[in-house]
């Protein structure tokens, strides 16, 4: 339902940018649902990256925040991540997510894409 | 970044239970719902519990959840070779405004 898609291989100093593409119903088929990204570098654990709502209302990870930004294109079905002067430390496989949010505070993930690896190399 | 904390690793025998601890703070755990993922190898993360002791469609009953003060606990029964990935808790960071990951848990059938 979550497909990323992307260069495998970007340079230091320069811009990633992934799309992900929503199959299997609409990405304003709910209120409830905000669309992400999940990034995990090899071997490490999960950072959350940050969230948009259909409506265009963005959340992002304090660390993150100023080099990131995701946008979303609904009469594609898709959204997508722009990250600048990227460095080693962002290679990681990076996951599309969908994010449930039944109430402040109530939230999870409940579907994601199978994962992209991005490296960061000269 | 990690805020939540999982035990590196836990192991136990086929058909044995096993507990992932997961441990945070008021501004976490302390007021907010808590879900788990597991990760199986070289597989993304899937949702296996959320609002803390709820389980998706198809997740067996064999695993459960739950949450108590700054903690929540990912409970497996009748350990299954199939059960060995890695699992991780995550909830809402209300200071850091953030959602956050456990550490992560290998969990290995011996």
């Known amino acids: 339902q979550l497909q990323e898609s992307g260069p495998g291989l970007v340079k230091p100093s320069e811009t990633l940018s992934l799309t992900c593409t929503v199959s299997?119903?609409?990405?304003?088929?709910?209120?409830?649902?905000?669309w992400g990204w999940i990034r995990q570098p090899p071997g490490k654990g999960l950072e959350w990256i940050g969230n948009?709502?259909?409506?265009?209302?963005?959340s992002y990870n304090s660390p993150l925040k100023s080099r990131v930004t995701i946008l979303v294109d609904t009469s594609k079905n898709q959204f997508s991540l722009t990250m600048t002067s990227v460095t080693a430390a962002d290679t990681a496989v990076y996951y599309c997510v969908r994010m449930v949010v039944v109430a402040i505070y109530k939230d999870y993930f409940d579907d994601w894409g199978q994962g992209t690896l991005v490296t960061v190399s000269s | 970044q990690s805020v939540l904390t999982q035990p590196p690793s836990v192991s136990a025998a086929p058909g044995q239970r096993v507990t992932i601890s997961c441990s945070g703070g008021?501004?976490?755990?302390?007021?907010?719902?808590v879900s788990w993922y597991q990760q199986l190898p070289g597989t993304a993360p899937k949702l296996l519990i959320y609002?803390?002791?709820k389980r998706p469609s198809g997740i067996p009953d064999r695993f459960s959840g739950s949450k108590s003060g700054t903690s929540a606990t990912l409970g497996i029964t009748g350990l299954q070779t199939g059960d060995e990935a890695d699992y991780y808790c995550?909830?809402?960071?209300?200071?850091?405004?953030?959602?956050?990951f456990g550490t992560g848990t290998k969990v290995t059938v011996l």
């Open positions: 299997g119903g609409s990405i304003m088929s709910s209120s409830t649902y905000y």
């Open positions: 008021s501004s976490n755990i302390g007021n907010s719902y």
């Open positions: 948009i709502h259909h409506n265009g209302i963005t």
């Open positions: 995550g909830t809402w960071d209300r200071s850091l405004s953030a959602f956050v």
């Open positions: 609002d803390s002791n």
